[in-house]
């Protein structure tokens, strides 16, 4: 499972069915357009963090005492974009280093 680093804590991420699931429900998009980043916004990065810790947490059996807001609040923008490189690898694949 992947991790990712907010305000210097490592959370475990996983974008599953479910998280992604979720995320659409609370931005407002339809679950075939999740993979289309032009539907985001950088407003919706906590959001998106908020789907992947919550479904990595209750797989790895830990309490999740985080909010959007608690992740708004803290992240960073080098941080966001770790989020979106998870993100998109879980959507499309691998995601070139380089690019």
Request: hydrophobic share 40%; charged share 25%.
């Amino acid at each position: 499972m992947k991790k990712i680093k907010i305000n210097g804590k490592e959370y475990p991420c996983k974008f599953s069915m479910a998280a992604i699931k979720g995320m659409a429900a609370h931005l407002g998009i339809q679950f075939s357009e999740m993979a289309d980043t032009t539907k985001f916004g950088v407003e919706n990065v906590a959001a998106i963090a908020y789907f992947g810790i919550k479904q990595g947490s209750k797989l790895d059996n830990q309490d999740l005492n985080l909010s959007i807001d608690d992740i708004e609040d803290v992240i960073e923008v080098h941080e966001s974009l770790q989020v979106m490189k998870v993100y998109m690898e879980s959507v499309t694949g691998p995601v070139d280093p380089n690019v």
